[in-house]
């Protein structure tokens, strides 16, 4: 019988006590929720989750082939969310509490045109996700646009923005999300405007004394414009993709590679429009149409 040493010995693999050690608290979260006993919690279920759903599949591949330096950031999330997939997936894993948030890697460059886009998977009836843009004031535990400095598009057709402290829901888009269940909610954003050429940070006071900053935002469902709003930020904080989980095992992609895109090509836009890490955004219509028609496909039969 082979000892301890002999394998040791014949291993490939050799443990290097060097290595750092990460701990995973949302997913600590969700081994510790016994909420609902569908809730993926292990390797093999979440593999079984991946295998029967083939949109997941082809998006995970994706994802496992783009880089970590874009996508969602596990420090700035709610532990009920599990960030996977080389941090291009958020899935919701704890039932307990409403809204759960968390923000993407990079922020929005000012003074530019930047687009990303999120692939929805809402798989249960009712609740929701919200996509939009927070500084970091915003709680992880609240919906975003429910506090200053935040503005959402929820797939529920509202618009949600925190204007002089006082929330507000708008009806935004609800008929791009009748009965929606897979979609892809896009973000077009300015923060100041880019079609200044000085050098200044292009803050103003506002009433208060503080800088503010306007900026222009457009949501789009699968490449159609639900509608737009200008906002201001107030302060100098940086601004963030945003990502709020208020629905049942809603699973989300961020779709933050220029390459990656389904719908940048049908954006009508004047001016250079960059993705989150400064990539000019090429409308490829033809290689963005034969990746949407692939996962149009695989839609067809989940």
């Not at 291009?88 to 460059?109: C, D, F, I, P, S």
Request: charged content about 25%; hydrophobic content about 35%.
């Amino acid at each position: 019988v082979p000892s301890v040493e002999d394998f040791r010995q014949k291993s490939t693999f050799r443990y290097d006590p060097s290595l750092q050690m990460y701990h995973d608290a949302a997913y600590a979260a969700a081994l510790r929720n016994q909420g609902d006993d569908s809730m993926p919690r292990t390797a093999p279920n979440y593999a079984s989750l991946v295998v029967s759903d083939p949109v997941v599949l082809a998006f995970s591949v994706r994802a496992r082939l783009s880089t970590r330096d874009l996508g969602f950031d596990p420090s700035e999330c709610h532990e009920g969310i599990l960030i996977s997939e080389t941090d291009h997936l958020a899935m919701r894993t704890q039932e307990r509490g409403l809204y759960k948030t968390v923000r993407g890697k990079l922020a929005v460059k000012r003074r530019k045109r930047v687009y990303f886009e999120m692939y929805v998977i809402q798989a249960a009836v009712g609740g929701g996700v919200c996509v939009g843009l927070c500084t970091k004031e915003l709680p992880v535990s609240c919906l975003c646009g429910t506090r200053p400095n935040s503005v959402g598009f929820s797939s529920s057709g509202n618009l949600v923005r925190t204007v002089d402290g006082k929330e507000s829901w708008t009806e935004f888009g609800t008929k791009l999300l009748e009965n929606a269940k897979r979609f892809t909610m896009g973000v077009l954003v300015s923060i100041g405007d880019p079609d200044r050429d000085d050098q200044e940070s292009g803050g103003e006071k506002s009433g208060s004394g503080m800088e503010s900053v306007d900026a222009k935002v457009k949501f789009y469902v699968d490449g159609v414009e639900a509608g737009s709003v200008d906002y201001v930020f107030v302060g100098s904080m940086d601004v963030f993709p945003t990502l709020s989980l208020f629905a049942r095992n809603a699973r989300v992609f961020s779709v933050f590679e220029a390459e990656g895109m389904m719908y940048s090509h049908m954006l009508n836009e004047p001016g250079e429009i960059e993705a989150l890490d400064g990539t000019p955004i090429v409308k490829d219509e033809q290689a963005a149409r034969e990746w949407r028609n692939s996962i149009t496909d695989l839609e067809k039969l989940c």
